[in-house]
């Protein structure tokens, strides 16, 4: 019996910058036609991970094969860019030169622990660009937070799963990652498609990219990406993902 692919690709440049956890990963199903529809494409688009995992933890789903080896993967909340086709890494080692001398992770942690906000123990290693805190998801606890740590310059507060509280390095994170991208490939800000599912996810959403919503993403994410080129799919994770392909014409159909 002939089948024919799950997805077919209408020919033309664009980077898929997506989420993982709860965005790609998430519904089995899903899963296995991403992974269909990533092999049956020519080249024709760029795929960028773009996670708060490790890199080591993405690189190991990829060698587990739950994802398709991608171009690009943006790590540690986008941090970290590794361009799988350069062993030097030079767009990754460009990136990471743009965080100023200043930065200071001790500094950091030293203003940010207080009132119903603890450090967070990251048990693989301390990224370098990135300084993570569990906090008590009262808002007037992330105020405090945020007054504290006004006196650093350059850095970039974000709260997700009114768990976690992020500092960034301005010049980078999940949006910052993708604006990166999108100029070293040389596309326009209409040849960039963004996937997210969480408020980490937030930047992409802010970047004024065409960003694809799954129906199982959190309304915290759902809240803000309130954008005419905000797509709110109703299928789950992936199939959510490859949905906003065909919506924003990426891609003629999927199965
Ligand atoms: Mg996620």
Request: proline fraction near 6%; charged fraction near 20%; charge should be negative.
């Amino acid at each position: 019996m002939k089948t024919s692919p799950p997805a077919s690709l209408i020919p033309q440049p664009f980077l898929l910058a997506s989420d993982i956890d709860g965005t790609l990963l998430g519904d089995e199903s899903g899963e296995e036609l991403f992974k269909q529809f990533f092999a049956c494409q020519n080249g024709h688009f760029s795929l960028a991970y773009v996670t708060g995992r490790y890199r080591w933890s993405v690189l190991e789903l990829i060698r587990q094969g739950r994802l398709p080896r991608p171009h690009f993967i943006c790590s540690d909340v986008g941090t970290e860019i590794l361009d799988l086709s350069d062993p030097a890494n030079r767009l990754g080692e460009a990136y990471a030169a743009q965080v100023h001398p200043g930065w200071d992770l001790d500094a950091i942690y030293r203003l940010g622990i207080g009132d119903g906000v603890t450090r967070q123990e990251f048990d693989e290693g301390q990224p370098r660009f990135q300084a993570g805190f569990y906090w008590d998801a009262r808002p007037e606890t992330l105020r405090a937070f945020h007054e504290r740590l006004s006196t650093l310059e350059g850095v970039y507060i974000q709260a997700s799963y009114d768990t976690y509280i992020d500092v960034l390095p301005g010049p980078l994170g999940k949006g910052q990652a993708v604006s990166f991208l999108q100029k070293q490939l040389g596309l326009s800000q209409g040849q960039v498609v963004v996937a997210g599912d969480a408020g980490n996810d937030r930047q992409m959403f802010e970047a004024g990219f065409k960003g694809i919503v799954p129906f199982n993403a959190l309304d915290e994410l759902k809240a803000l990406a309130g954008q005419p080129w905000h797509y709110h799919s109703p299928y789950p994770s992936a199939r959510g993902v490859l949905d906003g392909l065909r919506y924003f014409g990426f891609i003629e159909s999927f199965a």
